[in-house]
């Protein structure tokens, strides 16, 4: 079978989307042996598309994930349905531990799990994320043009979502709900004339399969065909809690990520990060590309690795007939009686 779970691997990826398949694709092709866990549970799932995506713009997201395990496995790797409920340091490497019980162990990791968006809790906005409950003008925003959109204030960049959402339709609303605006922010959204309304969003209206607005808790209903949400965004990264290596407050304030360098090293030896799971506001093109970068990154250093390997086994045996001449050379001394 292409993708049965062998005992050793010189890179485990854990996560199977855009950035983990990519970063599998890329260290397949240099002959590693690579295999992909993932657990079946895109962040992206609930929406139609996947937009930005120079030459699969409109692609479906599981039709891209389907195409690109076919990638991988055409380059040997391997691609494992399952969920990683732990990872530990083994030796020089690491032994992951799936949650039916396998095991694996690998030389470096390579997580790419990605987050979970945590909604505000507001009644019907989870079954209409991805749908018409939205939060990224960029990958969703053409498709909402010109038409009713409400902006819920969730989180720091709620105004600033409002003004994105602005270039896209002349009839923007900003909800309120809970967090108040600056005199700088009411003068903003005024300028540009977008409608301020007062009061907690307590539920939205749905008819037909479709979003009819936002109902207040004074049971005003404020009609909009779209809404968009700055959700609280958390890496999925509880399983490498046995290395020592935990979600940490993202900078920006919009939730956890595990914080890495440039290059995706974390500050665990041997653990790389690829994706939204360090880069929350990574839209699908950059987390395959980060996963790209990560994985030749993870290569050259499996590479130093090897290197000095070699020239450790090179140089043993040399070193080896040079103590034995020199033994010779000291019992010859001492025959002379040097």
Not at 58 to 66: M, N, S, V, Y
Not at 95 to 124: H, I, K, N, Q, Y
Not at 277 to 302: F, M
Request: proline share 4%; aromatic share 4%.
């Amino acid at each position: 079978m292409t993708d049965r779970l062998d005992g050793s691997y010189d890179v485990v990826v854990i996560g199977g989307g855009a950035a983990g398949l990519s970063g599998a694709l890329t260290l397949a092709r240099v002959r590693r042996s690579v295999v992909v866990l993932d657990s079946g549970a895109p962040r992206n799932a609930p929406a139609e598309g996947v937009h930005g995506l120079l030459a699969r713009e409109g692609i479906r997201p599981a039709e891209l994930l389907e195409r690109g395990r076919t990638e991988v496995r055409g380059y040997g790797g391997r691609v494992v349905t399952g969920e990683v409920a732990a990872a530990k340091r083994d030796d020089d490497g690491f032994t992951v531990t799936l949650a039916d019980g396998r095991t694996v162990r690998a030389r470096r990791l390579l997580v790419a799990t990605g987050l979970v968006d945590e909604l505000p809790d507001v009644p019907g906005l989870r079954e209409r994320w991805g749908r018409d409950v939205l939060h990224c003008p960029y990958c969703h925003g053409w498709e909402v043009r010109d038409r009713a959109i409400g902006v819920l204030a969730s989180g720091p960049f709620s105004v600033h979502q409002a003004l994105l959402f602005r270039q896209l339709s002349a009839d923007v609303t900003y909800f309120q709900h809970t967090m108040a605006l600056s005199d700088e922010q009411a003068e903003q959204l005024a300028a540009r004339k977008i409608r301020v309304v007062d009061g907690e969003v307590t539920s939205l209206k749905v008819a037909d399969d479709r979003l009819v607005g936002a109902r207040l808790g004074d049971g005003t209903l404020v009609r909009r065909e779209a809404l968009a949400v700055s959700s609280r965004m958390v890496a999925r990264a509880g399983f490498l809690a046995a290395l020592g290596l935990r979600p940490a407050a993202h900078p920006a304030g919009v939730g956890e990520h595990v914080p890495s360098d440039a290059t995706g090293r974390t500050d665990v030896p041997g653990v790389w990060v690829a994706g939204n799971v360090t880069d929350p506001a990574a839209q699908v093109g950059a987390a395959a590309a980060a996963g790209v970068v990560v994985a030749a990154q993870i290569n050259a250093d499996l590479v130093a690795e090897e290197t000095r390997r070699a020239v450790a086994a090179r140089r043993a045996p040399f070193s080896a007939r040079s103590e034995a001449a020199l033994c010779e050379q000291v019992v010859g001394d001492r025959r002379h009686g040097l």
